[in-house]
């Protein structure tokens, strides 16, 4: 899943970012709000958390000017801002959960968790393919009840295909939700990360949908 932070007050936006990161998120950064409105629009993030203080164009304006845009994503609103009034004009902007600083550091990536896999439209954190089951809380995969262990990249690819099950993912979409900017989709690297999870896995639940990309189900058992 890859993730927006928009905070201009670098100490705090590295600290997210890297927090975000531990719990298996790619993550951008935004340091003002011509650069956010700029990213926030041009680039496909699967949420965002936007601070409201910002040099430039204010957090507010920047998240009316992403729905403007048809940008849908899942905006989390991380503020000093406690006040109704600010709320108020958060969530009238188009924001889906706001958070007042100081806050739990958990707390930001749990949220954004729940957001996202709202707007995937999974009611539930546990989604069942088959004998795979994963925990989108806890960002964690169960193979017939057992933890699966997986690197890193993996798990972020495995995550994006469940989260998209019985869906044809290309080979692109996965890119840019998945991978850090410096690699290359073109490149063989995502064919030989199937390639490893699939053996992981043991069982033929990643499909190659041949010129369109990749499908995860269970069609042995129904599960489309
Ligand atoms: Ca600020």
């Known amino acids: 899943m890859r993730v927006l932070v ?11 970012a890297e927090d975000l990161r531990l719990s298996g998120m790619v993550v951008d950064i935004a340091r003002d709000g011509n650069q956010a409105d700029f990213m926030g629009c041009t680039e496909a993030y699967d949420a965002a ?10 957090g507010v304006s920047v998240l009316r000017s992403w729905r403007e845009h ?11 801002r406690g006040r109704w009034s600010d709320k108020l004009a958060g969530f009238d902007a188009g924001a889906d959960d706001y958070l007042t600083k100081p806050f739990l550091h958990e707390e930001v990536a749990l ?4 957001l996202m896999r709202r707007a995937r ?11 795979l089951s994963y925990d989108s809380n806890a960002d964690r995969f169960m193979l017939e009840g057992r933890p699966l262990v997986l690197t890193a990249q993996e798990q972020l690819i495995l995550a994006y295909l469940i989260q998209r099950h ?3 993912v290309s080979r692109s979409e996965i890119a840019e939700h998945v991978y850090a900017r410096d690699l290359d989709p073109d490149s063989n690297t995502l064919d030989v990360m199937i390639g490893r999870i699939r053996r992981r896995l043991g069982h033929p639940l990643i499909h190659t949908e041949r010129g369109r990309g990749y499908r995860l189900a269970d069609d042995s058992g129904g599960d489309g």
Do not use: F, K, Q
Not at 49 to 58: M, R
Not at 111 to 114: A, I, P, S
């Open 166 to 168: 019985g869906c044809v």
């Open 111 to 114: 949220r954004l968790r729940v």
């Open 49 to 58: 958390v936007l601070d409201l203080g910002l040099p430039g164009l204010d």
């Open 121 to 131: 439209g999974h009611a539930h954190p546990l989604i069942t393919v088959g004998p």
């Open 70 to 80: 048809g940008r849908d994503m899942p905006v989390l609103i991380l503020s000093a």
């Open 6 to 16: 928009v905070e201009d007050d670098d100490a705090l936006a590295d600290r997210i």
